[in-house]
């Protein structure tokens, strides 16, 4: 099992980017996908989770932060087995190291790639 994200980089303020999230080892729309963030100097924080388990009615249901809701969306690709989060609205209040991970009772454990750098700044 593996995830490897990318997408990162620098953005100014009120722009937006798109994060990707592989997976090898394990189907993205068979399992819930979290997408997590730290700040320097603060504790990891869950952004975005989105639903592939749980059959068709709950499939591809997302919840979000607080802070991102509005201006972050979540989705899965079943083709290319990866998840998305595509961020709007950036603010500098983003800058953070992303990273991906997956929930399911089937791999039980943690499994972390090595995350992606954004950084929101003029």
């Known amino acids: 099992v593996h995830v490897a994200e990318s997408g990162g980089g620098l953005v100014q303020p009120g722009g937006s980017l798109l994060l990707s999230c592989a997976a090898s080892?394990?189907?993205?729309?068979?399992?819930?996908m979290l997408w997590y963030r730290q700040a320097p100097g603060k504790e990891r924080e869950l952004v975005a989770q989105?639903?592939?388990?749980?059959?068709?009615?709950?499939?591809?249901?997302?919840t979000y932060a607080d802070s991102v809701r509005g201006r972050f969306t979540s989705s899965l690709d079943n083709a290319k087995n990866i998840a998305y989060l595509h961020m709007n609205h950036l603010k500098p209040e983003d800058t953070a190291d992303y990273c991906c991970?997956?929930?399911?009772?089937?791999?039980?454990?943690?499994?972390w790639g090595q995350g992606t750098r954004v950084t929101v700044s003029s």
């Open positions: 080892g394990f189907t993205v729309t068979r399992v819930d």
């Open positions: 991970t997956l929930r399911s009772p089937v791999f039980p454990g943690d499994y």
């Open positions: 989105i639903r592939g388990s749980g059959g068709p009615t709950i499939y591809g249901r997302a």
